[in-house]
């Protein structure tokens, strides 16, 4: 059975840290891509970041490069995405999602594989 768990959301006050995790089972992500995506409230979900199959980098949006860090580890099935930093505008829904068809890397169409989600809020 196919599961994605997230867990490192939180509430954290502005200028601070926190790293979300997605760990996979009932398939093996070394063939996948990977995604973060986010839903603020009222706004549509977005892309965050994304390592591509076969690509050694991480891609990031702009509003969050240079203080959010992603990276996998396909022995763990886990993805990680290290957030400093921190602005009340980052918070929302994250959600990690896996692709085996991901070119770009950061729009919704590319994934068919979703986690549940896990709430951030960035508040003083």
């Known amino acids: 059975q196919l599961q994605f768990v997230e867990s490192g959301g939180g509430l954290v006050q502005p200028g601070g840290s926190l790293r979300l995790s997605c760990v996979v089972s009932?398939?093996?992500?070394?063939?996948?891509?990977v995604g973060w995506f986010r839903q603020a409230p009222g706004k549509e979900r977005e892309g965050v970041s994304c390592?591509?199959?076969?690509?050694?980098?991480?891609r990031y949006a702009d509003s969050v490069k240079g203080r959010f860090t992603m990276s996998r580890d396909n022995a763990k099935n886990t993805v990680y995405l290290q957030m400093n930093s921190l602005k009340p505008e980052d918070t929302g829904v994250y959600y990690c999602?896996?692709?085996?068809?991901?070119?770009?890397?950061?729009?919704?169409?590319?994934?068919?594989?979703w986690g549940q989600g896990t709430q951030v809020t960035v508040s003083s």
């Open positions: 999602a896996a692709g085996a068809l991901v070119f770009g890397g950061l729009e919704e169409y590319e994934y068919g594989y």
């Open positions: 009932g398939f093996t992500l070394d063939y996948y891509s």
């Open positions: 390592i591509v199959n076969g690509v050694n980098s991480a």
